[in-house]
T-cell receptor, first 114, second 113 residues
């Protein structure tokens, strides 16, 4: 079975400071990894995904994530956040072994302070 | 713009009164999903359609049903809503499964009185 753990439920950060959201997954097979963002009262929007190849993935809105197979991690980073980055961020994993279903982590709420 | 549309955005129903939530898409995607998201929790997959093939999650209550009359539309029927069914219901679509990006609608927030 596959699972995703987001180590921080809430991350407060000041505007223009860097932020890192941690994500660890467990799966015994090859996986696809995703980061989605959810703004208040809205659906989820894809930030970036890792399928294969380069372990550093760049996404929208200045976000990037690094796949680390040995540590089974897929941490999300942004060098300088804006007030508009205040949202909930979900890490998710998919694999053929798990029926290609998307399994989400519990989410990390980012609050950007002025 | 191609998109996923959910109606209504907010739905109030009474305990035990059937309710139907609607999802439509202009992306012409093969797969449509329904997720339930309770407050401060991750989305939980209820079921999905791959074209006309219906795939129910093992732990989805029988109270939840779905219909997909054509490629563009998918409905979520809750036959007898309980207080525990109050949640945000998210519809998503994708071209295929696995590596394909899922595109989400804005959600319908269901309140059960």
């Amino acid at each position: 079975a596959q699972s995703v753990t987001q180590l921080d439920s809430q991350v407060p950060v000041f505007e223009e400071a860097p932020v890192e959201l941690r994500c660890n997954y467990s799966s015994s097979v090859s996986v696809y990894l995703f980061w989605y963002v959810q703004y208040p009262n809205q659906g989820l929007q894809l930030l970036l995904k890792y399928l294969s190849g380069s372990t550093l993935v760049k996404g929208i809105n200045g976000f990037e994530a690094e796949f680390n197979k040995s540590q089974t991690s897929f941490h999300l980073r942004k060098p300088s956040v804006h007030i508009s980055d205040t949202a909930e961020y979900f890490c998710a994993v998919s694999s053929k072994a798990a029926g290609n279903k998307l399994t989400f982590g519990g989410g990390t709420r980012v609050l950007v302070k002025p | 713009d191609a998109m996923v549309i959910q109606n209504p955005r907010y739905q109030v129903t009474q305990f035990g009164k059937p309710v139907t939530l609607s999802c439509s898409q202009t992306l012409n995607h093969n797969v449509m999903y329904w997720y339930q998201q309770k407050s401060s929790q991750a989305p939980k997959l209820l079921f999905h359609y791959y074209d006309k093939d219906f795939n129910n999650e093992a732990d989805t209550p029988d109270n939840f049903q779905s219909r997909r009359p054509n490629t563009s539309f998918c409905f979520l029927d809750i036959r007898s809503p309980g207080l525990g069914d109050a949640a945000m219901y998210l519809c998503a679509t994708s071209t295929g499964i696995g590596a394909d990006t899922q595109y989400f609608g804005p959600g319908t927030r269901l309140t059960v009185l």
